[in-house]
T-cell receptor, first 112, second 115 residues
Framework: SAVISQKPSRDICQRGTSLTIQCQVDSQVTMMFWYRQQPGQSLTLIATANQGSEATYESGFVIDKFPISRPNLTFSTLTVSNMSPEDSSIYLC?????????FGEGSWLTVV | GNSVTQMEGPVTLSEEAFLTINCTYTATGYPSLFWYVQYPGEGLQLLLKATKADDKGSNKGFEATYRKETTSFHLEKGSVQVSDSAVYFCALSGLLYNQGGKLIFGQGTELSVKP
């Protein structure tokens, strides 16, 4: 199994600022995934982060808005840049280990 | 492309009622299928999974069977409790090796169980 820790768990942010979310896994994994869950909505994949290469972004998400780092096999960060109230969401980190996909507890961001 | 469709909520049941939440999918090949649960104010938890046709996933009294012929993975529980009140998400995994950890989610079904 995998244990995933995310920081911060919750935050209230001012519009126009940026916030970096950290994701730490207790196992080495090749790929890490970042999802967004807007209020009352389902989860949408933002990007896939591989160690040692640029992240791969899904349609509708761009690196300038959501820069991602993946410095090693157990850690990744997602930055939400120049935030607006529309960025108020839960951001979740996910990994695949064996044939199971694990999620962190999520980072609940409110932009005011 | 791949997609997941769940029955719309909210679903409201009385305690000890039988639960079915329908989930159908569209995919080429044989994806893995999952049910996740999100309790109020909490993150996402894996409830059960099935990795091949006719597999039955089960956990905490919930069951779902991977039906290739009907491309379905319906979630069932024989007797729900108030503590089962949550949002339930059906999901499938990507089919290619480098998509193996990517999940496509249904829209979620909110379940409310009344005492």
């Amino acid at each position: 199994s995998a244990v995933i820790s995310q920081k911060p768990s919750r935050d209230i942010c001012q519009r126009g600022t940026s916030l970096t979310i950290q994701c730490q896994v207790d196992s080495q994994v090749t790929m890490m995934f970042w999802y967004r869950q807007q209020p009352g909505q389902s989860l949408t994949l933002i990007a896939t982060a591989n160690q040692g290469s640029e992240a791969t972004y899904e349609s509708g998400f761009v690196i300038d808005k959501f820069p991602i780092s993946r410095p090693n096999l157990t850690f990744s960060t997602l930055t939400v840049s120049n935030m607006s109230p529309e960025d108020s969401s839960i951001y979740l980190c996910s990994v695949s280990l064996g044939n199971t996909i694990y999620f962190g507890e999520g980072s609940w961001l409110t932009v005011v | 492309g791949n997609s997941v469709t769940q029955m719309e909520g909210p679903v409201t049941l009385s305690e000890e009622a039988f639960l079915t939440i329908n989930c159908t999918y569209t995919a080429t090949g044989y994806p893995s299928l999952f049910w996740y649960v999100q309790y109020p104010g909490e993150g996402l938890q894996l409830l059960l999974k099935a990795t091949k046709a006719d597999d039955k996933g089960s956990n905490k009294g919930f069951e779902a069977t991977y039906r290739k012929e009907t491309t379905s993975f319906h979630l069932e529980k024989g007797s729900v409790q108030v503590s089962d009140s949550a949002v339930y998400f059906c999901a499938l995994s990507g089919l290619l090796y480098n998509q193996g950890g990517k999940l496509i989610f249904g829209q979620g079904t909110e379940l409310s169980v009344k005492p």
